[in-house]
């Protein structure tokens, strides 16, 4: 089936990581992107670099350019991937290149509960002569847990009938402009628990009881934060500028 704007998909090799001259850095930019009214794309105003989702998953095109790509180029599929959404912005390199960001969703169910999982996917796009795509960092975006803590009248009892621990992380990002040098990814993460003292590190049928009291979202300190993402040329991909807390417990599936 042909899609709207483009009649032509060339079967490219896709490149390995490379690092971003200098010169791109100082000239990159962030556009917009917005939904097409006579197609499922996403475009920039100038209408020369789109993204769009279709059975084999997101990919990026140009009309201009006549080249088109996939963008997942990780060994891992996962099954939300033709249901991808994107990153309303993209980073400008060139004409022929760009960084964009494709977000997936994951769900992973299991005995009581359930871990549902979104995480940002960036990827440096390139339609030009040599095209290809490849990954270049994953930023987590949300996470909800959900994890079985009931197994009898009595634990019912003991835990004022919240019968679940429940555990969310959520990321506030957004493209931040630096004079001379790639945009940085600002985010700033707010993870909670309920009830007050939920843990997944420890068995939920030793705590204590949970009091009337108990039944609120607590924040959790260490996993709420506010963080810059930067592009790092010797390792070409965006890195965390400081190190992060440790909050596997609020983003892992198993720990």
């Keep these: 089936m042909k899609r709207p704007l483009f009649a032509l998909a060339l079967m490219l090799p896709v490149f390995g990581a490379v690092a971003v001259p200098q010169a791109a850095e100082a000239q990159a930019v ?7 009214s006579d197609s499922a794309l996403y475009c920039n105003s100038a209408l020369d670099f789109c993204l769009g989702v ?6 990026a095109t140009s009309r201009t350019l006549r080249s088109e790509i ?7 599929v996962p099954k939300g ?26 769900e992973q169910p299991y005995s009581g509960g359930i871990f549902e999982a979104r995480d940002l996917y960036l990827f440096e796009a390139s339609l030009g002569e040599v095209a290809g795509s490849n990954n270049i960092g994953t930023i987590p975006i949300s996470r909800d847990i959900s994890v079985r803590a009931c197994f009898d009248a009595e634990d019912q009892e003991r835990r004022g009938e919240a019968c679940s621990d429940q ?38 049928a030793r705590a204590e009881p949970i009091m009337p009291a108990d ?5 959790d300190q260490t996993c709420s934060y506010a963080a810059r993402y930067r592009y790092d040329a010797d390792h070409p991909g965006f890195l965390p500028a400081d ?5 596997a417990e609020f983003l892992k599936s198993t720990l």
């Excluded at 962030?30 to 097409?36: D, N």
């Excluded at 279709?54 to 990919?59: K, L, S």
């Design 243 to 247: 190190p992060l807390p440790d909050c």
């Design 167 to 204: 555990f969310a992380f959520k990321t506030d990002l957004s493209l931040v402009p630096v004079e001379g040098a790639i945009p940085e990814f600002s985010v700033t993460t707010s993870a909670t628990r309920y009830p007050k003292g939920a843990s997944r590190l420890h068995d939920s």
């Design 54 to 59: 279709d059975q084999d998953g997101p990919f």
């Design 30 to 36: 962030i556009e917009e992107l917005t939904p097409q």
């Design 215 to 219: 039944l609120i979202d607590e924040p």
């Design 70 to 76: 996939h963008l997942w180029d990780l060994p891992e």
């Design 81 to 106: 991937l033709a249901k991808a959404e994107f990153l309303p912005q993209l980073i400008r390199l060139d004409e022929e290149r760009a960084f964009v960001g494709v977000i997936v969703r994951e």
